[in-house]
């Protein structure tokens, strides 16, 4: 699963340049490094759990400082384009929707391959045309379920949510999340023409409306309705179901027969970064096996590092699914058609399927 080097070139269109303007300058590399401070722009989730597997130990490797600002991705996003890409920020963390919104504003540079070595060592899937900078982490699509009224059979097919025996019993993300645009998009892969078939998802979900007791606009919903007893089965990125299991909750999570998706967290370099060497020595640390280990140890992130190692917490949920997601039917999204499309699906989604 290692990169190709050819597949690097999208990442390296200044390579040539920066060599030149680093040799004619004859700076020190090292001694530069020590004098910077790094500005990352971090998820607040997770973020204490980031810092101690993957912030410090960068600290100490490269003398580095690093100052996180954290804050939601609609958030951190919005001040990045009002500050025509220069808010301060070196290197942001971005779900991958609103990572492909900020490139639909090119708001973000791209990424050196010869400044980032470990690109060459990460998984195919975590590096595409239409991102400036790589996945370092991702999440899997699929149903979390309890496990007393639903078997894990029902719970992988997408028929469930039609099944009356469970009518009232049952949660559907709403579109608006991550989780929900998943969810369509498996629903519409399913039951349409192709993984984009808006028409076919909101005509099988609108018709599951009357069995659907909440639709939500978070995980942390999902889990508490599960918990309390409330709903027997949702569809939800497989890390809300980690502490939960940890915790012996009579939960289990499953991947679906059918329309496999996943979401990825990506790492990026905002156009009008100042410390553009720092960013790129964090994100090579960042798809380093040393710290995609500890960050799936530490956060739960899986890692898009093969040589990573992967947690029994991790496992204990999705399987060997994390040796090879795309092997194992999971996909990415084809964020331009999405984000093209976003503001109209999210209307329709309203009226067609959750105020139903």
Not at 49 to 78: C, H, M, Q, Y
Not at 148 to 173: K, T
Not at 178 to 201: C, E, N
Request: proline share 4%; with cysteine; hydrophobic share 40%.
């Amino acid at each position: 699963m290692s990169l190709p080097r050819n597949r690097a070139a999208k990442f390296s269109v200044a390579a040539v340049a920066a060599a030149l303007l680093l040799s004619g300058c004859g700076s020190d590399s090292s001694s530069d490094a020590e004098s910077k401070t790094l500005v990352l722009s971090a998820f607040p989730f997770g973020a204490e759990a980031f810092e101690e597997a993957v912030v410090k130990p960068f600290e100490e490797k490269t003398g580095i400082t690093v100052e996180i600002e954290t804050g939601s991705n609609a958030d951190r996003l919005s001040s990045l384009e009002l500050a025509g890409g220069d808010s301060g920020v070196d290197v942001m963390l971005m779900s991958d929707f609103y990572a492909a919104m900020g490139e639909e504003k090119d708001l973000f540079q791209d990424v050196n391959a010869e400044k980032v070595p470990n690109l060459e060592n990460i998984a195919d899937f975590a590096v595409s045309d239409d991102f400036s900078g790589p996945s370092y982490s991702y999440q899997l699509n699929g149903v979390l379920y309890r496990t007393g009224d639903v078997s894990a059979e029902e719970a992988a097919s997408w028929d469930l949510y039609g099944n009356a025996d469970y009518a009232g019993r049952m949660a559907f993300p709403d579109i608006s999340t991550t989780g929900g645009q998943l969810s369509v998009t498996g629903v519409a892969d399913t039951y349409g023409q192709d993984p984009y078939d808006i028409d076919a998802a909101l005509e099988a979900i609108g018709g599951w409306s009357p069995n659907i007791l909440k639709f939500v606009s978070s995980s942390t919903e999902i889990t508490n309705l599960l918990v309390q007893g409330e709903i027997v089965a949702s569809p939800t990125l497989n890390g809300f179901a980690t502490d939960l299991i940890e915790n012996g909750e009579p939960v289990a999570w499953t991947a679906t027969d059918e329309g496999r998706y996943m979401a990825t967290n990506r790492v990026l370099i905002p156009s009008g970064a100042k410390n553009v060497d720092a960013a790129h020595e964090f994100i090579d640390y960042l798809l380093s096996a040393e710290a995609q280990t500890a960050s799936a140890e530490l956060v739960g992130d899986l890692p898009v590092n093969p040589e990573a190692t992967v947690p029994d917490s991790l496992t204990a949920v999705v399987g060997d699914i994390a040796e090879d997601p795309i092997a194992a039917g999971f996909s990415t999204l084809d964020f331009p058609t999405i984000v093209a499309n976003y503001d109209t699906w999210v209307d329709r989604f309203a009226r067609e399927a959750s105020s139903k």
